[in-house]
Every structure is written in structure tokens, then in C-alpha cells.
């Protein structure tokens, strides 16, 4: 292992009071529900067909999608999800895109939901055949989605996300955001699996992205929330910038993108719901005024963070070079500070289970973590790695994310050059890292 590291902990001036904005209204489709579309499992959260893409299923959340979208769809293929909510609780359906092929009725491809305990149908859906509103509110928490196709030319398939009622203001898992004023917070929840769907994001999290990115994709990226669950993100639409810079964060990579009119901030901060709140830069945050529309940002912040000083460095071994000239170089486990210039620290090259050790001091609240490789001489750097902390040096335990299940890998570096950071959801609590 030969890398830099760096870890910080996120200011946080108020925890969220929860406010949402409901962004889509419209009738519904309803129909009766045709024989043989629940899936042939009763378990919750699950998927069975050839034609199904991209799934993340949650009880609280998720995002689904046809194979191959945004490509063709194939033929002769289908999908069946099921969908469970929690109990006292009911589905929303955002419909982030609907592309099957036209046919009378939609016999030869559709969407088609239902409730299999009530027997109601939504749908069946095609081109010929939309969607009458963007969101799907039903009465139900169980809710089968089932996915068919015959022969075809055309059609990029659907794409679709959901969440329950506790989270109305959720935003699709495609471009298209509210259009608050500039400076205005407002606040969206993003279902889980938002991080796969197709589409780009510009920018990073210091300067913000641009507007026209995925804003839910962008907010994994920005570390605000875990792709795995989702969550309710905060920003504002602000003045756009002449270039974003692209970075590599939290599994994605963002692009370079050029002048934008605007751009997104992600915000920590109070929400109070069907408020607004202008912000002049510089200023000391004004209390809220009751504006009708969107939920303001008090104590407004952007997500940025503290550096966290390390008092002390370890490893389980360090590379003693002697390089081509005769000279010694030691790649010492101090060498692991981001703020060193030159070679980093690195293992002995036999090390099969290399470890490098973080003493922060005191416990300290641990949000995330940013990686470097070393360039000097060597093109060296770590792909992946694990992470462990502990309050006393002496009993470990894993970081096992905001799914609790597994020892969570976090990606790295893909050369010696770029900063890579990667977010603690939840974060960790601890004095030693590892």
C-alpha cells in the first residue's frame, strides 16, 4: 500500500425538522388488474425477470429500471418488482421516464402497477399511453410493478423510483429540479439507488455542481447522503461559475463542465416548511419570512468541513528504499499526511495485510476521508481498502456503512495524481483509525 490520506468531520449547525415540498400533482390511470401480474415471490423488495436493469430496493425507497435503459430494451423479455412500504404507510411512484414501444392498448410492451391485495391497476403504460402526471400517489403499501415486452424496433424502456408518504417531497432520479429564486433553499428526498442511473453531473462539492446535473446522483457524489438509502438534501440555486472542475468522490466521477447561468449548493441547516429565505453573500442569515413555496435554509451553511489533525501516525510496516543513486528513503508512516510533499508512506513490498494507523488524539466525529497516491518516482497508489476504528487502540470494529450487513470497501484511487474522498454514512465516533 503506498497512499496519503486525510479525514474530516462535518460542521452541522442544526439537525433538519424534516420540511418537504411536494413538486408533482395530476389524475391517475386506473384500470382492474389483469390475471397473472404479481410476482411469483411474496417476499418484499424483490425482483424476478430477464428484463429488469438497475434495482435498489429499500422499504423506505428505491430505484428501478428496464434492462439495458437507456438502450433499446430487448425483446421478448419481462420484469416483475415488488414493492413493500412499512406499515401505515403508502408508495409514491415517480416516473423519471416511460419509453416503451406504441401499440393498440399496449399489448406488445407496457407498465403496468398494482395493488394484488385490492386488485386496483395502474396503467398499462406505453408511448401511446403516458403516464397523465410525473407522480403516482396510492393508497397502498404493496405495490407489484410489472414490466413486458414482445418484438420491437425502438424504445429506451423505463426508469422509476419510489418512496413512501413519510417522504413526499421526492425528487425523480433524471434531470429536472424546482426552479426556486437564486439563493433560495429548498428540499428534495432522493430514493436509494439514484448513484447507477444514467446521467451526468458537473462540478464537485467545493464549487458546486451545475444545474443541469442529476441532482440526486450529484448529492451521493457530494457525500450528503448514502446511495444505499437515500435521504432528504438540502440546497439552493445559486449563481453559476465559468468552470467546474471534475472530481472523483464517493464511487463516482463527476465531469468538467463549462459556464453555467447556475449551479447547485448542497446545505446543512433548519428547514422550516413553505418558507423562503433570500441570503446576500456575505450576510448574517435573516429569520425567515412566510413566502409560500419552499422550505428556507436558517443558520444557511454549505456542506464543507474541517480537517481533522492527526497528532500521530502507524503502520504495520514501512518501505526502506534505496534508490538508484545509493540514497535512503524511508516511506514512514508519517509520510501519509496529505499536507507532506513528496513520497508518501508505503508498506514492505512482502506485506500481504498492510494497515496504516490514525491516532486523532480524542474522539472526534469522522465524516469522511480523502486518499492521494504518490507520484514521486513511483507511480503508486491504493484502488480500494477497508476501514476499522476504535476508541482505545486495542478493539477494532469494521465500517460496516449505513446497511450495517458488511464490511463496507471503499474505492480509491485510479492513479498517483488525483485526491479521491469518500463519505462516513453514518459517520464514525472514534480516536484511532485504521
Not at 45 to 58: F, P
Request: hydrophobic share 35%.
Amino acid at each position: 500500500s503506498h497512499q496519503k490520506v486525510m479525514l474530516w468531520m462535518r460542521k452541522t449547525f442544526a439537525e433538519a425538522a424534516g420540511a418537504q415540498v411536494l413538486f408533482w400533482g395530476g389524475s391517475h390511470q386506473w384500470g382492474k388488474l389483469r390475471q397473472g401480474t404479481a410476482c411469483q415471490s411474496r417476499l418484499p423488495g424483490v425482483s424476478a425477470g430477464s428484463g429488469c436493469g438497475h434495482t435498489l430496493l429499500t422499504p423506505h425507497s428505491g430505484t428501478l429500471s428496464s434492462k439495458n435503459y437507456p438502450g433499446t430494451y430487448p425483446n421478448h423479455t419481462m420484469c416483475c418488482w415488488r414493492l413493500q412500504a412499512p406499515p401505515g404507510t403508502s408508495l409514491l411512484l415517480a416516473f423519471g421516464d416511460v419509453d416503451l414501444e406504441p401499440s393498440e392498448h399496449c399489448a406488445h410492451s407496457s407498465l403496468l402497477l398494482a395493488d394484488p391485495q385490492t386488485g386496483t391497476a395502474y396503467g398499462p403504460y406505453c408511448r401511446n399511453s403516458v403516464p397523465s402526471a410525473p407522480l403516482l400517489v396510492t393508497n397502498s403499501s404493496t405495490v407489484t410493478v410489472l414490466f413486458n415486452s414482445t418484438s420491437h424496433r425502438s424504445g429506451r424502456g423505463l426508469l422509476l423510483s419510489y418512496a413512501t408518504s413519510q417522504h413526499p417531497g421526492m425528487g425523480a432520479a433524471s434531470p429536472g429540479i424546482p426552479d426556486p429564486p437564486l439563493t433560495m433553499c429548498f428540499s428534495v428526498y432522493c430514493p436509494a439507488g439514484c448513484k447507477d442511473v444514467h446521467g451526468d453531473i458537473w462540478g464537485n462539492p467545493s464549487q458546486g455542481y451545475r444545474d443541469t446535473s442529476v441532482l440526486c446522483k450529484a448529492a451521493v457524489h457530494a457525500g450528503v447522503i448514502a446511495d444505499e438509502l437515500g435521504g432528504q438534501v438540502t440546497l439552493s440555486r445559486e449563481k453559476g461559475i465559468t468552470l467546474y472542475e471534475s472530481a472523483f468522490a464517493n464511487g463516482l466521477h463527476s465531469k468538467r463542465g463549462s459556464l453555467s447561468e447556475k449551479r447547485l449548493i448542497f446545505h446543512k441547516g433548519i428547514f422550516f416548511p413553505g418558507m423562503i429565505l433570500a441570503v446576500k453573500p456575505g450576510a448574517t442569515p435573516m429569520c425567515p419570512v412566510g413566502v409560500l413555496g419552499f422550505p428556507v435554509c436558517c443558520l444557511l451553511s454549505p456542506a464543507c468541513d474541517d480537517v481533522l489533525e492527526v497528532v500521530a501516525f502507524n503502520a504495520s510496516s514501512w518501505w526502506h528504499e534505496v534508490d538508484v543513486l545509493g540514497q535512503d528513503r524511508a516511506w514512514v508512516a508519517e509520510r501519509a499526511a496529505l499536507s507532506i510533499t513528496g513520497h508518501s508512506w508505503a508498506a514492505e513490498p512482502s506485506a500481504k495485510a498492510a494497515w496504516l494507523e490514525l491516532d486523532l488524539g480524542t474522539r472526534r466525529n469522522v465524516t469522511g476521508i480523502i486518499t492521494k497516491g504518490s507520484s514521486e518516482q513511483h507511480d503508486y497508489y491504493v484502488t480500494s481498502y477497508h476501514v476499522s476504528s476504535s476508541r482505545d487502540g486495542k478493539n477494532w470494529r469494521p465500517y460496516r456503512g449505513s446497511n450495517g450487513q458488511e464490511d463496507k470497501v471503499f474505492e480509491g484511487n485510479a492513479d498517483s495524481q488525483g485526491e479521491v474522498s469518500n463519505a462516513f454514512i453514518p459517520p464514525m465516533v472514534a480516536r484511532y483509525i485504521r
